[in-house]
C-alpha cells in the first residue's frame, strides 16, 4: 500500500511538471497580458470599417497575435482610431476620403515626429506617452467638409447647401452622400470660373512645376474637386487626386500617366455594317465608353459611330461590379479603344465619380469586398473627368454604397 502512494505521489509531481511548461499554457506564445491591458481594439481606417496601416495580414506578419472572440486575432502593434491615415485625416481637417478599390498604395506625404520635450502640463503625471506630431513633407491641398486648408494653413472654406439646414452643421456633414452639396461659392470665381482667391493661394505656395496631392471629402462635389484640380494647374502645379483605398492606406485615385489622352485615343472613321446593336451586346463598332454620374446613380453608353445611335445596357445588380464587366467586354472588342469618359452633374460627390472610376480603371472592381484583389488586371489606361450639368435619364440605376 505504501508503494502505491508513492507512485500514485510521483505520477501527480510529473503532471505538475508537465503543466509548468509553456505549450501546456493554452497556447503562451511569449505574450503575457499585463494588468489592465486593452485586449481587444478596432483596427482604424476610419467609419468604412477599413483595415489599419498596411492591413490587419501585414501587421500580424509583422508582430504577435492576441486572440479575440470567435478565433479571430488581432495585431499587437494595431494603431488606435485616429493613428491610421484615413482616420487621422477625418479628425484633423474633417476630411472623410472617399474608399477604392485600388490596391496600388502611396508612400504617406507626411512623417510622423515625436517632439523631444513635452509641452508644460499642471500636474502632468510622468512617463506620459509624447503626442506624435504629423510633419508634412509633400505639397497637399486639402478639400475637407468645410474648409479648405494646406497641411499647415486654412486657406478658405467650402459653401454647404442642403433642403434641410442641419444637414451643414458638423453633425449633419457627417450623412452619407448626396444629402447635400459642398462647392465653392461662385460670386467668388474668377474669369475663368475659378476661385479666385484658391488660384492665387496656389499660387503663393510656390508650387510650381511640383507634384501636389489633392485630397477631397467623399461629399464634395465633383465641380468642386475638379475647380480646386485646375486652380493647381494655373498655378503650374501638378495636382495627383488621392483617395483612400480598402485596406486603410492612401492612392491615387489613377497612377500618374505619361502619356496626354489624345494620343490614346481611337476614332474609327467608318462603321462596320452587320452589328448586333442589342442592348446585352457591345458592338463591334464601338468607338467610345461613357459613365455618366449623378447623386441618384450611373447610367453606361456605348458609343458607335454616326448617324448609328449609342447603345445603353442595364447596369444590374452592384453597378460598379455590373460597370466593370462591361468595361471589359469593350475592351475585348475594341482593344485600340484604351480612353473611357466620366461626365458627372456639377452636383454629384466625389465618392460616386471615384468608384465609376473603379469600375473603368482594372478589374480590382469586381473582388468580393473585403476580400484581396487576386485578379489585377488593366483596363482603361486613361479615364477623363467632365462635368455635365444636366438631368439625369428617366430610367437609371442606382448606386450600390461601398
Not at 505520477?11 to 501546456?24: D, G, I, M, V
Amino acid at each position: 500500500m505504501a508503494a502505491f502512494r508513492r507512485q500514485v505521489q510521483w505520477t501527480l509531481a510529473a503532471l505538475a511538471w508537465l503543466c509548468a511548461l509553456p505549450s501546456c499554457r493554452g497556447g503562451d506564445t511569449g505574450q503575457q497580458t499585463q494588468p489592465g491591458a486593452q485586449t481587444q481594439q478596432g483596427s482604424g481606417g476610419g467609419p468604412s470599417g477599413g483595415l489599419g496601416n498596411g492591413g490587419q495580414a501585414a501587421q500580424g506578419a509583422a508582430g504577435g497575435a492576441l486572440a479575440l472572440p470567435h478565433g479571430a486575432t488581432r495585431s499587437a502593434s494595431d494603431k488606435a482610431f485616429g493613428d491610421d491615415p484615413v482616420s487621422w485625416l477625418d479628425l484633423k481637417y474633417q476630411l472623410e476620403l472617399p474608399r477604392s478599390t485600388q490596391t496600388q498604395a502611396i508612400t504617406l506625404p507626411w512623417q510622423e515626429v515625436t517632439p523631444t520635450a513635452m509641452p508644460a502640463v499642471p500636474n502632468n503625471p510622468k512617463g506620459v506617452a509624447k503626442a506624435v506630431v504629423h510633419r508634412w513633407i509633400e505639397p497637399v491641398l486639402l478639400l475637407g467638409r468645410s474648409e479648405v486648408a494646406t497641411g499647415e494653413q486654412v486657406l478658405g472654406k467650402l459653401r454647404c447647401q442642403a433642403e434641410q439646414k442641419d444637414l451643414c452643421s458638423d453633425a449633419g456633414l457627417r450623412a452619407p452622400t448626396g444629402r447635400q452639396r459642398l462647392d465653392f461659392d461662385p460670386a467668388q470665381a474668377d474669369a475663368n470660373g475659378l476661385p479666385g482667391w484658391l488660384v492665387k493661394a496656389a499660387g503663393d505656395q510656390g508650387w510650381r512645376g511640383k507634384p501636389v496631392l489633392l485630397f477631397a471629402d467623399r461629399r464634395v462635389a465633383i465641380q468642386a474637386v475638379l475647380q480646386a484640380q485646375s486652380a493647381l494647374l494655373a498655378a503650374g502645379a501638378e495636382p495627383r487626386l488621392v483617395t483612400a483605398t480598402l485596406y486603410g492606406t492612401l492612392g491615387y485615385v489613377l497612377p500618374p500617366q505619361p502619356q496626354p489622352p489624345t494620343l490614346l485615343a481611337f476614332e474609327p472613321t467608318t462603321a462596320v455594317a452587320d452589328v448586333d446593336a442589342a442592348p446585352d451586346r457591345v458592338p463591334r463598332d464601338l468607338i467610345g465608353v461613357v459613365v455618366e454620374v449623378y447623386t441618384t446613380g450611373m447610367h453606361l453608353t456605348l458609343k458607335r459611330p454616326a448617324p448609328h445611335p449609342a447603345t445603353t445596357p442595364e447596369l444590374l445588380g452592384d453597378v460598379v461590379q455590373a460597370l466593370n464587366i462591361w468595361a471589359e467586354r469593350a475592351r475585348t472588342t475594341a482593344p485600340q479603344l484604351k480612353v473611357a469618359t466620366v461626365r458627372a452633374a456639377a452636383e454629384a460627390p466625389w465618392e460616386e465619380v471615384v468608384r465609376a472610376i473603379d469600375g473603368l480603371r482594372d478589374t480590382c472592381a469586381r473582388a468580393a469586398k473585403g476580400t484581396p484583389c487576386h485578379d489585377n488586371r488593366s483596363l482603361f489606361a486613361w479615364v477623363t473627368l467632365d462635368v455635365l450639368p444636366v438631368a439625369p435619364p428617366a430610367a437609371i440605376k442606382p448606386a450600390t454604397p461601398m
